[in-house]
T-cell receptor, first 115, second 117 residues
Framework: GENVEQHPSTLSVQEGDSAVIKCTYS??????FPWYKQELGKRPQLIIDIRSNVGEKKDQRIAVTLNKTAKHFSLHITETQPEDSAVYFC??????????????FGTGTRLKVLA | GAVVSQHPSRVICKSGTSVKIECRSLDFQATTMFWYRQFPKQSLMLMATSNEGSKATYEQGVEKDKFLINHASLTLSTLTVTSAHPEDSSFYIC?????????????FGPGTRLTVL
């Protein structure tokens, strides 16, 4: 079945440094790739997303890149701050055989920004 | 932005009882809602996709007779955990896609923490 691999599982960076999280998906029909930030006990919050017809998207300190050929997409956070500490999930929108869509999540990355 | 609510936020029940969780889209219509389960320090695992007016589509390994899903209107989907057991204890989160045509973004509810004693 479809799956999304995410690396690393944990990441510690010094405040002000950059953080990069990478994901690989298996379903070539996937056409939408959101990234979520989840704090303990709370709902996932969308932080950035990218569609398959775009190679890169940036929103202030956060950027996402997509390589459709390699089925890779990555999250880049620059100038990290302690409040960026959380668990980050990538996801890919996949296709059921019925033609409807579903979202497959990566395994998550626990980011710690050290002050 | 689009708001999704869930009720209850927390429930504790005895083994063998059934628990119903509601997911509502408050300010938009959602033909499709998704139900996820999240164990501690793990990812969101899709359990099923709930379609208004039709049967839910369950992921492989999810028992449809144990996790009953009803999507009776464009703003409400319910998940009933039947004959709950301690291993069903988890964080259950729903999400909804906006619009009859189904937008790309999904909006999450706040989650329901189920503890089965």
């Amino acid at each position: 079945g479809e799956n999304v691999e995410q690396h690393p599982s944990t990441l510690s960076v010094q405040e002000g440094d950059s953080a990069v999280i990478k994901c690989t998906y298996s379903d070539s029909a996937s056409n939408y790739f959101p990234w979520y930030k989840q704090e303990l006990g709370k709902r996932p919050q969308l932080i950035i997303d990218i569609r398959s017809n775009v190679g890169e998207k940036k929103d202030q300190r956060i950027a996402v890149t997509l390589n459709k050929t390699a089925k890779h997409f990555s999250l880049h956070i620059t100038e990290t701050q302690p409040e960026d500490s959380a668990v980050y999930f990538c996801a890919a929108r996949g296709l059921y055989t019925s033609g409807t869509y579903k979202y497959i999540f990566g395994t998550g990355t626990r980011l710690k920004v050290l002050a | 932005g689009a708001v999704v609510s869930q009720h209850p936020s927390r429930v504790i029940c005895k083994s063998g009882t059934s628990v119903k969780i509601e997911c509502r889209s408050l300010d938009f219509q959602a033909t499709t809602m998704f139900w996820y389960r999240q164990f501690p320090k793990q990812s969101l695992m899709l359990m099923a996709t709930s379609n208004e007016g039709s049967k839910a589509t369950y992921e492989q390994g999810v028992e449809k007779d144990k996790f009953l899903i009803n999507h009776a209107s464009l703003t409400l989907s319910t998940l009933t955990v039947t004959s709950a057991h301690p291993e069903d204890s988890s964080f259950y989160i729903c999400s909804a896609r906006e619009g009859l045509a189904g937008g790309l973004e999904q909006f999450f509810g706040p989650g329901t923490r189920l503890t089965v004693l």
